[in-house]
């Protein structure tokens, strides 16, 4: 997300660092730079004027005054106002209530369906909680059936009445929860093509009914700025707590997400960072300004790490790391520890200074991933335990039982030679470093 304009803003950013001094008229080329970038992206007009007006003034003010290297006072400026224009800060989730309601709207084909189930993973991993799923959706062919098939993949239930009353169905559901000590109950509600009285009214009625503490849009970022028109065409009637941007994994522009609060004063509350049903992060303002300008998001990958790692079956393979033993059989364990942080790529990017390393390109193609560990599952524990024993006839056997050659055999063997010795070297503290 925002690769495009990350790209341009950093480029920038490492003009202002050769610069000994910043003055009217090279702060003024800067200016013209980011006014580009951010209405190539999408932003709106008037948020990017505003926005460079604030940067220009600031920067030309505290020059001045500050000792600070111009390039760096310059990144805090940058760093400072694009988090004020995401929001400044990150705005929780309202979770009050015995359960706790919380209601989806947002126009047909936005992706609400798939994000409720989204949301309901994320609340039950986050906070360990039972969510309800409630299918209020009664006028989309299937939209029934395809919140129950993700309930099913969830393994979290859905409350469905058919083809009822969606207001009845929700104070239904909200009772069914009660009684059955469910903490978390999402509102999967109608969508049009397009707000219109029926639609509004209907979302207006189930609200009051069951008075959620969340209604939450779910817009699909890739509308761009006819997104702010849908919000406050919805915050008009409801009103609204907050935003789901969707699809912002496939939008290298996402210059709603940099309009949405400073127009609307609606916040994000979360974002779609993959198709994946546990692709959905909350959204933290300063977090994605530091993303956008290339700083990583150090935060976030400690998070997504403590949230799929076992912390034991870690600490185990770092103490057989240190005492030179690690197998096989950890390199097994340890890429299905890696797999459950989704695709290696998307947290290359987290990374600070990522862009510079080369890490923002990488593809890693997942055959090739499947292709390792389909070798590493052929072998014998006894080999995975002792690969020195692998031989030509196991090569080829292996070959044969991953659906491999011997010569990705041999290389997966000579890598995890490589990956030993270098370990070697950094227990007896003979690592040379590359620079």
Same mark, same amino acid.
């Given at each position: ?130 969510p309800l799923l409630v299918a209020c959706d009664v006028y989309r062919p299937a939209a029934i059936d395809q919140l129950k098939q993700i309930g099913k993949q969830l393994n979290i239930e859905v409350y469905s009445e ?33 707000? +219109?009285? !029926? ?9 009051? $009914?069951?008075? =959620?503490? *969340?209604? /939450? %849009? ?35 522009r996402g210059g709603v997400a940099l309009s949405v609060r400073h127009i609307t004063n609606v916040p994000i509350k979360f974002i779609g960072v993959s198709e994946k049903l546990d692709g959905l992060d909350s959204f933290?303002?300063?977090?994605m300004a530091g993303r956008i300008l290339g700083m990583g998001d150090v935060v976030s990958l400690v998070e997504k790490a403590t949230e799929a790692i076992d912390e034991k079956e870690a600490e185990k393979t770092a ?7 690690? +197998?096989? !059989? ?9 797999? $459950?942080?989704? =695709?290696? *790529?998307? /947290? %290359? ?87």
């Amino acid at each position: 997300m925002f690769e495009n304009l990350g790209d341009r803003l950093q480029n920038v950013i490492h003009k202002v660092k050769g610069y000994g001094k910043i003055t009217e008229e090279n702060i003024s080329e800067m200016m013209r730079e980011i006014r580009l970038a951010l209405l190539e992206a999408d932003v709106n007009y008037k948020v990017v004027k505003e926005f460079t007006n604030s940067v220009k003034e600031k920067a030309l003010g505290e020059e001045v005054a500050s000792s600070i290297n111009p390039g760096d006072l310059f990144v805090k400026i940058v760093q400072d106002e694009l988090t004020e224009l995401l929001g400044g800060e990150s705005v929780p989730l309202n979770t009050k209530g015995n359960p706790a309601i919380l209601m989806l709207v947002g126009l047909q084909g936005s992706g609400k369906t798939t994000t409720i189930g989204k949301l309901s993973n994320f609340l039950r991993k986050k906070h360990s909680k039972k969510p309800l799923l409630v299918a209020c959706d009664v006028y989309r062919p299937a939209a029934i059936d395809q919140l129950k098939q993700i309930g099913k993949q969830l393994n979290i239930e859905v409350y469905s009445e058919g083809k009822k009353d969606p207001v009845e169905i929700a104070n239904n559901a909200v009772k069914y929860a009660k009684e059955n000590g469910y903490d978390y109950v999402l509102i999967d509600t109608a969508g049009r093509l397009h707000i +219109d009285e !029926e639609l509004m009214d209907e979302l207006d009625n189930i609200k009051n $009914k069951v008075n =959620p503490g *969340e209604v /939450l %849009l779910v817009i699909d970022a890739m509308m761009g700025q006819d997104a702010i028109n849908v919000i406050n065409g919805f915050n008009d009637k409801l009103p609204l707590t907050g935003v789901i941007l969707t699809k912002l994994d496939g939008d290298t522009r996402g210059g709603v997400a940099l309009s949405v609060r400073h127009i609307t004063n609606v916040p994000i509350k979360f974002i779609g960072v993959s198709e994946k049903l546990d692709g959905l992060d909350s959204f933290d303002p300063e977090r994605m300004a530091g993303r956008i300008l290339g700083m990583g998001d150090v935060v976030s990958l400690v998070e997504k790490a403590t949230e799929a790692i076992d912390e034991k079956e870690a600490e185990k393979t770092a103490k057989r790391m240190q005492q030179g033993k690690f +197998d096989l !059989e950890d390199f097994l364990s340890t890429m299905k520890q890696m797999k $459950k942080l989704g =695709p290696l *790529e998307n /947290l %290359l990017k987290l990374i600070p200074g990522a862009k510079k390393m080369g890490l923002n390109n990488i593809k890693i193609d997942p055959k090739q991933m499947a292709h390792i560990e389909a070798i590493v599952l052929s072998m014998t524990p006894k080999e995975r335990r002792n690969p020195n024993i692998i031989k030509a006839s196991r090569k080829t056997r292996i070959a044969k039982g991953s659906g491999t050659s011997v010569q990705e055999v041999n290389k997966l063997l000579q890598q995890f030679d490589q990956m030993k010795n270098m370990m070697k070297q950094m227990k007896n503290g003979n690592m040379k470093l590359p620079f």
